[in-house]
């Protein structure tokens, strides 16, 4: 896997994936940014969410669960000192679909988190504790 970060101006950086996608990230104005994309922390942060969500939603599937929205809504602790790793990231996840079974969904989020998700494990290997909770919503409901 490879990335390319090429630096722009000020803070602002254009960042190009291996596999050819492209996207700005800026810092803050308080640091000398525009708020032309996200922060770098926050990358890391939705590329967990993305892992993960991956996962679950692939699990899932497999599983012949008619899952039609997955949902992972994430929040992070940082250390107050520099640097400011994450202290903890907590991952919900909203799963919607048709007959939802909730112990393929519980099956399908552990094992995100045990054994599939790189992103979640090698946070987890760096200190950071990571938590995971779900809620199921029947389609046609709400949210």
Known sequence: MKA????????????????????VVDGAPEYGGRN????PMELLLMG??????FDVVTILKKARQDVT????ELSAERADAV???????HVHFVVKGRGLKEAQVKKAVDLSSDKYCSASIMLG????????????????EAK
Do not use: N
């Open 36 to 39: 032309m994309g996200p922060r």
């Open 83 to 89: 640097p400011a790793v994450f202290t903890r990231i």
């Open 69 to 72: 929205s997955c949902v992972a």
């Open 48 to 53: 967990l969410g993305g892992c993960t969500s």
């Open 125 to 140: 290997q760096a200190g950071v504790v990571i938590t995971h909770d779900f809620e199921i919503v029947e389609e046609g």
């Open 4 to 23: 390319r970060v090429k630096w722009v101006e000020d803070v602002m950086f254009v960042t190009e994936s291996g596999s050819g996608h492209s996207m």
